[in-house]
């Protein structure tokens, strides 16, 4: 089997009630080259059946990792860790993707081949109402001088990036002193590293 392009990193946990609808937008892409690599971190509410039985239903390219709870670093890590693309287009258990998000993100990868990491927009969306949009970036030269003072500029669920460039700086730290900015701390290492691209 041709290794995928593209890597789908879910990291889940007790979302068998909502993950279906997360796995539509992934299936729905009109970018057809990745795979799904949902980490079920120590779920209780069989979460992981859901998923399995999701991705043989529709004959969706991937797998379902189980593993103790070890929070969203550690799932995030073992889902990079496990992915067979090139790239990691990472997906929080409860947020939803455009159709056309995996085409417009890797045409800006085509464009800009200097590119590690290619970042959008968000909308903030609830009951089906956009809230607002929430905007990322912008780019700087100095990357991580901008993130250290400025703030984080990235989102997760907006974001695809080298597999190789985040494997090279150890993935996200899973100490436990970082949970919940884990994000933010692994954007600034990367900066170091990688070279970012913000869609507009």
């Known amino acids: 089997m041709a290794e995928p392009t593209v890597s789908v ?3 889940a946990y007790n979302a068998a009630s ?9 299936r729905a892409q009109t970018y057809r080259d990745w ?5 079920d971190d120590g779920s209780t509410d069989g979460t992981a059946d859901v998923v399995e039985k999701y991705l043989a239903k529709h004959g969706m390219p991937g797998r379902c990792i189980r593993q103790p709870n070890g929070k969203i670093a550690a799932a995030r890590n073992a889902g990079m860790k496990a992915a067979r693309g090139r790239y990691i287009a990472l997906l929080d258990h ?3 993707w455009r159709p056309e998000k995996l085409e417009t993100v890797m045409a800006e990868f085509e464009k800009h081949p200097e590119a ?3 970042c959008h927009n968000e909308d903030i969306v609830k009951d089906g109402t956009i809230l607002r949009t929430s905007e990322n970036g912008p780019y700087c030269e100095k990357m991580y001088e901008r993130l250290l003072w400025v703030g984080n500029a990235l989102s997760p669920s907006a974001t695809v ?9 150890g993935g996200m730290r899973e100490n436990a002193e970082f949970n919940t900015v884990e994000d933010y701390d692994f954007w600034m290492r990367l900066s170091k590293v990688a070279r970012y691209q913000f869609l507009r």
Do not use: G, M, N
């Open 9 to 11: 990193v879910i990291p």
């Open 18 to 26: 909502f993950i279906e609808k997360t796995l539509d937008t992934v």
């Open 35 to 39: 795979e799904v690599v949902l980490v």
């Open 94 to 96: 409860d947020d939803l």
């Open 116 to 118: 590690d990491l290619v």
């Open 161 to 169: 990036f080298k597999k190789e460039k985040a494997l090279a700086i």
